[in-house]
């Protein structure tokens, strides 16, 4: 069964610093797909940015990038240059290949960016 | 509007009242869906339809139940629900289902809030 692990319930960052939200992931696939998503305290979950199993090189979206490390099975969210618009959580999932499109989701981490 | 839309955006009813979500999506997608956020839970997928077929229910009990009159109208009955029901429902929408092909990513409504007395 295909799992995700954000181990970090919550993260604080001075604003205009970069961040790095941790995400690992645990599947028997060898085609997955790989998503960020955040939610603010409205409650939309806001889709950031996507990495496929297959990409060589790592996803960026604007002050978005992704480390995607497969060996390590990790996909970390690293945001560049913080904003306070950026407080919000953050949750990492997964897509399998069965076609089903269904998407695992982590715990999720709640970032705090501070003046 | 644009994107996907719920309403209401906050519900609260009884154990034995009968309310209806509503979502609409405007991106011209085939696939929507039903996901369930309690709280200090991870998201719980509940219903998946493709071209207003039901591909998946995640063994969500009978006392929800969806509808999907057309491709950008997806519907959740709601009938004697029990307290811990009471989470927010999220609504989301994709291209369909092309496999890895492109992103296919799935995007969402705001939610609606609900509580059951």
């Known amino acids: 069964a295909q799992k995700i692990t954000q181990t970090q319930p919550g993260m604080f960052v001075q604003e205009k610093e970069a961040v790095t939200l941790d995400c690992t992931y645990d599947?028997?696939?060898?085609?997955?797909?790989l998503f960020w998503y955040k939610q603010p305290s409205s409650g939309e979950m806001i889709f950031l940015i996507y990495?496929?199993?297959?990409?060589?090189q790592n996803a960026t979206e604007g002050r978005y990038s992704l480390n995607f490390q497969k060996a390590r099975k990790s996909a970390n969210l690293v945001i560049s240059a913080s904003q306070l618009g950026d407080s919000a959580m953050y949750f990492c999932?997964?897509?399998?290949?069965?076609?089903?499109?269904?998407?695992?989701f982590g715990k999720g981490t709640k970032l705090t960016v501070n003046p | 509007e644009t994107g996907v839309t719920q309403t209401p955006r906050h519900l609260v009813m009884g154990m034995t009242n009968k309310k209806s979500l509503k979502c609409e999506q405007h991106?011209?997608?085939?696939?929507m869906y039903w996901y369930k956020q309690s709280a200090k839970k991870p998201l719980e997928l509940m219903f998946v339809?493709?071209?207003?077929?039901?591909?998946e229910n995640n063994s969500v009990p009978s006392r929800f139940s969806p509808e999907c009159p057309n491709s950008s109208h997806l519907f959740l009955h709601l009938h004697t629900l029990q307290p811990e029901d009471s989470a927010l429902y999220l609504c989301?929408?994709?291209?369909?289902?092309?496999?890895?092909?492109?992103?296919?990513?799935?995007?969402f409504g705001p939610g609606t809030r609900l509580t059951v007395l």
């Open positions: 999932a997964m897509r399998d290949q069965g076609g089903s499109e269904k998407l695992v």
């Open positions: 991106l011209g997608h085939n696939a």
């Open positions: 989301a929408s994709s291209q369909g289902f092309g496999g890895l092909q492109g992103t296919d990513t799935q995007y």
């Open positions: 339809y493709s071209l207003e077929e039901r591909v």
């Open positions: 599947t028997s696939d060898q085609s997955y797909g």
């Open positions: 990495q496929g199993s297959y990409d060589e």
